[in-house]
């Protein structure tokens, strides 16, 4: 399928089941929202995340845009073997969403 068709069809797609998807934000934009202080940095982001789980381990990081917001989703290991999924507003810090990952 070509590349066109293939955007098309992937548009096509969205627009029947009526939602988008989230986005990944690549490195160079995550670094320079960061440098423009519109993202918090990442360490700050997982500290807090860490502090909800203390002991956890990071397993998974990405930086996505949802809806129109930037956001940090975050999947952990906490010491007793769950792995959660937060996420958390990357302009605030604050957490959204924290679920046992599936």
């Known amino acids: 399928m ?9 548009a096509a797609l969205l627009v029947l089941s009526g939602s988008v998807p989230a986005l990944d934000v690549g490195h160079d934009e995550a670094l320079r929202l960061r440098q423009e202080g519109r993202i918090q940095p990442f360490e700050r982001i997982l500290a ?3 502090r909800q789980y203390p002991g956890g381990q990071l397993l998974e990081a990405e930086l996505e845009r949802e809806d129109g917001h930037l956001i940090y989703e975050i999947e952990l290991l906490t010491p007793d073997g769950v ?3 937060l996420e958390l507003d990357a302009r ?7 679920d046992v990952d599936d």
């Not at 605030?92 to 924290?98: A, E, P, Q, S």
């Open 2 to 10: 070509s590349l066109p068709l293939r955007g098309a069809a992937t």
């Open 48 to 50: 807090e995340a860490l």
């Open 83 to 85: 792995v959660r999924e």
């Open 92 to 98: 605030t810090g604050n957490i959204l969403k924290d």
